[in-house]
């Protein structure tokens, strides 16, 4: 037997750079929803400019009413981009923007891309897409989400998003890859399958991704999560921004679980005590022993965060303790406020 030389695992990237080049090159169709991304949309809009390549990408802004002159920065740039639109999302929220993206220029393409305004991607993004895509046969692919932060609190709610402190042990918060999931922050998808779900659900303002990932699970597509690519992402940089995005995020997910009359995992479920005990702790104005259960839960939080401290010898490690805290309580109170919500509106 000769021996090539070349190592297996080049092979194999051979063997799979032969596979996509023998077919037709996908026809995508590349969406930013924003809002007020004045400082972010040229940049962006440029590095994805630049990974075209050989693909056929028309790119869509989908803008859901920026007064910071977000749209003026589209508008001159589509003299410079070829295959840049900008569409008016009078919604205003992401799943409207994704659905009228799809409606308006979806049809003759093969895949769906979504890119947040509100973080940063690498130079191979577009490309390791379609190739997981084409590779794996998968009608979905979707990746992990590298948080960075500037300044003290935005890095320490990086640091904590980062950890199971703060995202409960989420494969795509925890650096997964290379798996079948049941969900993931989108990133790719085949057309044909984001239409026959029905797309976004347009009442949900947070959580649509995991409510379409649940629809097309149970209508048997697949969901693959890539370990070849990734985003940055940028979490909010104030306390009040930050509890407003988790109370959301709760809200919407307790949408999700009683549309789909779904069971919460056991990472949802024990931050959903983190409400109801903080405020029993009202109680401890006449119950001393009502004050324990929170003070558990702030001294859990406080211990975890000296351990990432420790661990990661960086002193803005313990600080992540209080942004984890707020997105407890926010993510809680959210889901709360929506289940009673729902509750009064079928008694009405």
Not at 202 to 216: I, K
Not at 234 to 249: D, I, K, M, T, V
Request: glycine share 10%; with cysteine.
């Amino acid at each position: 037997m000769v021996e090539s030389g070349i190592p297996g695992s080049d092979i194999a990237n051979l063997q799979v750079q032969a596979q996509i080049q023998t077919q037709a090159s996908p026809r995508v169709l590349l969406v930013i929803p924003c809002l007020n991304e004045a400082k972010t949309i040229e940049p962006l809009l440029r590095k994805f400019d630049g990974q075209r390549g050989v693909t056929d990408m028309l790119i869509v802004v989908a803008d859901g009413g920026s007064r910071d002159g977000t749209p003026d920065i589209v508008r001159r740039m589509v003299g410079e981009i070829e295959g840049l639109v900008l569409l008016d999302n009078p919604k205003r929220i992401q799943s409207a923007a994704m659905n009228l993206a799809i409606k308006e220029f979806g049809d003759g393409r093969d895949y769906l891309i979504r890119i947040d305004a509100h973080g940063d991607y690498p130079d191979n993004y577009c490309q390791s897409l379609i190739e997981e895509a084409l590779v794996h046969q998968a009608d979905s692919v979707v990746v992990g989400m590298e948080t960075v932060g500037f300044g003290a609190f935005q890095q320490a709610a990086a640091i904590a998003q980062n950890s199971k402190l703060g995202n409960g042990g989420s494969k795509h918060r925890a650096g997964g890859g290379g798996e079948w999931v049941d969900h993931g922050h989108h990133a790719l998808m085949r057309i044909e399958a984001y239409r026959r779900v029905g797309g976004y659900d347009e009442t949900f303002s947070h959580n649509e991704d995991a409510e379409l990932d649940f629809r097309l699970r149970h209508a048997g597509y697949r969901i693959w999560m890539t370990g070849k690519t990734f985003m940055t992402y940028y979490p909010r940089s104030s306390a009040s921004a930050l509890f407003r995005q988790y109370l959301g995020y709760g809200r919407g997910r307790a949408k999700n679980l009683m549309k789909h009359r779904a069971i919460p995992k056991i990472r949802q479920a024990i931050p959903l005590a983190v409400a109801p005990v903080v405020a029993g702790a009202v109680l401890a104005l006449l119950y001393w022993w009502a004050a324990v259960p929170v003070a558990v839960w702030m001294i859990a939080c406080v211990a975890y965060g000296a351990y990432m401290a420790i661990g990661q010898r960086n002193s803005i490690a313990l600080l992540a303790t209080i942004p984890a805290m707020i997105m407890h309580l926010a993510w809680s109170a959210g889901f709360w406020m929506e289940l009673l919500r729902i509750r009064r509106k079928r008694t009405a």
